[in-house]
């Protein structure tokens, strides 16, 4: 038995209980836009924060409108019945939660339009997206879809299979992630992740010319970044050759957190451990999520002592 619970049709239930048709739209055709908001569990405080909930849900409705969803649903009512949901699985433990907007009519035939819209929330624990403490990566042969064949700034979830390419040939290969590149050649980002360089003390990112989603996790390093430490953040195109000679390269993501990369295509980064730079950022990171940190409190929503 699952460990969590599900909010689907209007109703509370444990996961396990939570069914849809096999015909349902969704399932058949990919037409769902989904978000992933993680819940950091505080031993000391005994409290379960839940990280940039609004801005996810924000992007689902954004999302939404690419895929002619329309939803009953506020923003702000979908962070309070996310708060119920969580508060019911009585979570003590990190948790995942997914959103996810649906078309959710059980019918053949491949269109946005005529069909039923739903939304279904679904949280379970979930721990560390990765292992070890640096992973190895790889260039990925797979491109990230042009802006024209899907619009990278929204999580559809059709568009992953793309992403499912790219991770399972990286771990097929011996490597724990693949980065994918842009139709022109430039470099993307991860399966689940988008990716920093940096370089002489300075952080370089993709810019969204590259077919980036615009990450939310991204976002927040490059505020902590510059806020905290001082280090500014150039986006920009990046070059293949770029990733290679780079002092140190990082990972950042809802799943991934903060993961540093120790090594490219069996090209070590420095010395194939944690860099400094990233070791300060991912340092504060996590302090931050799991309310350690009195900074940016609009970006913690607390469960149990709110």
Same mark, same amino acid.
């Given at each position: 038995m699952l460990a969590g619970y599900a909010f689907l049709e209007g109703?509370?239930?444990?996961?396990?209980?939570?069914?849809?048709n096999v015909m349902t739209h969704a399932l058949q055709y990919g037409t769902g836009i989904f978000e992933g908001i993680r819940g950091n569990w505080n031993e000391e405080k005994k409290e379960l924060y839940l990280f940039r909930m609004r801005e996810h849900y924000e992007r689902l409705i954004n999302g939404s409108k690419l895929?002619?969803?329309? =939803?009953?649903?506020?923003?702000?009512?979908?962070?309070?019945?996310?708060?119920?949901l969580v508060k019911q699985g009585k979570f003590k433990e990190d948790i995942y939660i997914r959103p996810l907007a649906y078309k959710s009519s059980t019918a053949f035939g491949v269109r946005l339009h005529n069909l039923q819209d739903d939304i279904m929330i679904i949280a379970v624990p979930w721990g560390s997206y990765f292992d070890a403490e640096t992973i190895k990566c790889c260039v990925s042969s797979w491109r990230r879809p042009d802006n024209n064949v899907i619009p990278p700034q929204v999580k559809a979830t059709g568009?992953?299979?793309?992403?499912?390419l790219c991770k399972t040939e990286a771990q097929n290969n011996g490597f724990d992630e693949g980065i994918m =590149?842009?139709?022109d050649g430039k470099v993307s980002e991860g399966s689940g992740e988008n990716i920093f360089i940096?370089?002489?003390?300075?952080l370089i990112t993709p810019s969204g010319a590259s077919s980036i989603l615009l990450?939310?996790?991204?976002?927040?390093?490059?505020?902590?970044?510059?806020e905290q430490f001082g280090y500014d953040t150039e986006e920009r195109l990046i070059d293949r050759y770029e990733l290679y000679v780079a002092d140190e390269a990082f990972f950042t993501g809802t799943a991934a957190h903060v993961t540093p990369i120790g090594s490219i295509d069996h090209r070590p980064l420095g010395n194939g451990d944690v860099g400094p730079v990233t070791q300060k950022i991912k340092d504060y990171y996590f302090g931050l999520i799991k309310g350690k940190r009195s900074e940016y409190p609009?970006?913690?929503?607390?469960?149990?002592?709110?």
């Open positions: 109703k509370y239930m444990p996961v396990d209980e939570a069914k849809v895929l002619k969803i329309s =939803l009953p649903y506020t923003v702000d009512e979908l962070c309070k019945m996310t708060v119920e568009v992953y299979l793309n992403n499912a =590149l842009a139709a940096v370089k002489n003390n300075k990450g939310i996790t991204r976002d927040a390093v490059k505020r902590i970044a510059k609009q970006w913690l929503t607390p469960i149990y002592h709110p």
